[in-house]
């Protein structure tokens, strides 16, 4: 069985930084590329960031762009997103995601919320 | 950017109704549509990707059509289970876009 576990959310303030992390089991993590999603309190979704398997490929939504890094370590069966300037708008739950091809999300985890305020 | 939108905002329906939902892209995205859904509290979940392939395990009275800009995901006869929030997603090209959700409730 597919398990992804979102962890490292919490309260932080406006410019500060978080990282989170997502533990995968039940599958060969280094096969499948992997995403992050994130959906604001009581809003849609909205893609944040994919990478390969093997981190060839990454990308980023124009609202992240140079303040969050996604990466992955393969040994660890772990994906990450390093985010750093965060915004009162950048409040969410962040759900990781596995890929199924071309950034169809086919298992999500939980979700961790982050909260960015003073 | 692509910007997806959906019809309607929100559905009040009925159990054993068929319901239609629109989705449409801003400009052609072939058949690179897939289709969520996200009951309060939870993670969403795919039902539907290719624009009218059924996630696995997924029941067959949820179907989708279309190609190009113009999308739609038809539940068959409701169960109580489907009254939830429905998202369509484009993946044609970066950044991927997802509607803004359409909440079917029960009447």
């Known amino acids: 069985e597919v398990q992804l576990v979102e962890s490292g959310g919490g309260l932080v303030k406006p410019g500060g930084s978080l990282r989170l992390s997502c533990a995968a089991s039940?599958?060969?993590?280094?096969?499948?590329?992997m995403n992050w999603v994130r959906q604001a309190p009581g809003k849609g979704l909205e893609w944040v960031s994919s990478?390969?398997?093997?981190?060839?490929?990454?990308y980023y939504a124009d609202s992240v762009k140079g303040r969050f890094t996604i990466s992955r370590d393969n040994a660890k069966n772990s994906l990450y997103l390093q985010m750093n300037s965060l915004r009162a708008e950048d409040t969410a739950v962040y759900y990781c995601?596995?890929?199924?091809?071309?950034?169809?999300?086919?298992?999500w985890g939980q979700g961790t919320l982050v909260t960015v305020s003073s | 950017a692509i910007r997806m939108t959906q019809s309607p905002s929100s559905l009040s329906a009925s159990t054993g109704d068929r319901v239609t939902i629109t989705c449409r892209a801003s400009?052609?995205?072939?058949?690179?549509l897939a289709w969520y859904q996200q009951k309060p509290g939870k993670a969403p979940k795919l039902l539907i990707y290719?624009?009218?392939t059924l996630q696995s395990g997924v029941p067959s009275r949820f179907s989708g059509s279309g190609s190009g800009t113009d999308f739609t995901l038809t539940i068959s006869c409701l169960q109580s289970e489907d009254f939830a929030t429905y998202y369509c997603?484009?993946?044609?090209?970066?950044?991927?876009?997802f509607g803004q959700g359409t909440k079917l409730e029960i009447k």
């Open positions: 995601a596995r890929d199924r091809g071309l950034t169809i999300f086919e298992d």
């Open positions: 039940g599958f060969t993590f280094s096969s499948y590329s």
């Open positions: 990478i390969s398997s093997s981190s060839s490929y990454i």
């Open positions: 400009q052609g995205i072939s058949s690179y």
């Open positions: 290719a624009a009218s």
């Open positions: 997603q484009q993946y044609y090209s970066y950044p991927r876009s």
